[in-house]
């Protein structure tokens, strides 16, 4: 399929969805409607890219052929393909390719999967391993889950949004797979905080500490992404702490499933708890640091 064969709706434009619209738009795909429950939002970004700005997610599909919904949890998600609602996605899935990007339970996206077949759509699992600059520049990590003829006819869309697209397997799996790579990634997080910490304890030098251990086993890519973040208090969000709990708890919940005792994924999980609980969910997941580091406040 070339460009010009997609009619695209985009749900859901925080960071995330506004920067792949934008990418697209910059390759000239037809971006013909956005939507989101920030009206304002959908407006601004709207007439950016001289497109509507959509009432509801019935009327963005009613306008489209392929639908990318990106938004920020099984809540959202569940309000948006809603069996019984009149704003329901549902209402238009007849004939439509419903990608779902955000990060979600795997037994949510496949619920989203078998409703969108039963109203005789189309559905595919995105999931996205990357951030908001990766978003804007199409070079996203994307695990898809699906039928593997659906995944063949959106590839083309999703090449143009990403540097890697892997097929992981059915409804589910994708979403499977990336609460995996946020659970560890955030436990390798909450380390780091903690390896900054006990550094800054003992008097080290925190530059000289994240240069030694990026040339040792203690390196890591969120040393890369979140080391000097932590050491400088700059929590500008990339990957918010509230997203960081979501996906440790899902990947929690999905342990549990299987009769299994994850006690660093458990700990993780409860720090990011804790900063969404002291009001800090909108901060990047980088402040972990800040319930560690001697001398900042927790609250």
């Known amino acids: 399929m070339a460009q010009s064969d997609f009619q695209i709706g985009i749900v859901g434009v925080g960071r995330m969805g506004a920067n792949m619209a934008r990418r697209l738009h910059d390759l000239r795909y037809a971006i013909v409607a956005v939507y989101d429950t920030d009206t304002q939002r ?35 998600m569940r309000q948006i393909y809603s069996p019984d609602g009149s704003d329901s996605l549902l209402r238009h899935a007849a004939k439509r390719l419903c990608i779902n990007c955000a990060t979600l339970s795997p037994e949510l996206q496949k619920d989203v999967h078998a409703l969108v077949e039963q109203h005789g759509g189309r559905s595919l699992e995105a999931c996205m391993a990357s951030s908001i600059t990766q978003a804007r520049q199409g070079t996203l990590y994307l695990m898809c889950g699906g039928r593997p003829e659906i995944f063949e006819q959106a590839k083309p869309l999703l090449q143009d949004l990403s540097a890697h697209l892997r097929y992981i397997g059915a409804a589910g799996d994708a ?11 955030n436990a390798n997080t909450a380390a780091l905080a903690e390896g900054l910490v006990l550094g800054s304890a003992l008097g080290l030098d925190l530059t000289t500490l994240r240069e030694v251990f990026s040339q040792t086993g203690a390196n890591s890519r969120v040393l890369e992404t979140d080391g000097e973040d932590m050491q400088q208090r700059a929590h500008d969000c990339y990957f918010s702490a509230a997203h960081a709990a979501k996906d440790s708890g899902i990947a929690c919940t999905l342990a549990q499933q299987v009769e299994l005792n994850l006690p660093l994924a458990n700990a993780t999980y409860e720090q990011y708890r804790r900063l969404v609980d002291l009001g800090k969910g909108e901060l990047d997941k980088s402040a972990v640091a800040e319930l560690t580091f001697k001398g900042r406040p927790s609250s």
């Not at 997610?57 to 052929?65: F, L, R």
């Not at 979403?175 to 990634?185: G, I, Q, T």
């Open 42 to 76: 959908a407006k601004e970004l709207a007439k950016e890219l001289a497109c509507v700005a959509a009432t509801s997610p019935a009327h963005v599909a009613e306008m489209t052929d392929t639908v990318l919904t990106v938004v920020s949890d099984d809540a959202a």
């Open 175 to 185: 979403a499977k797979v990336k609460a995996l790579v946020n659970m560890v990634m």
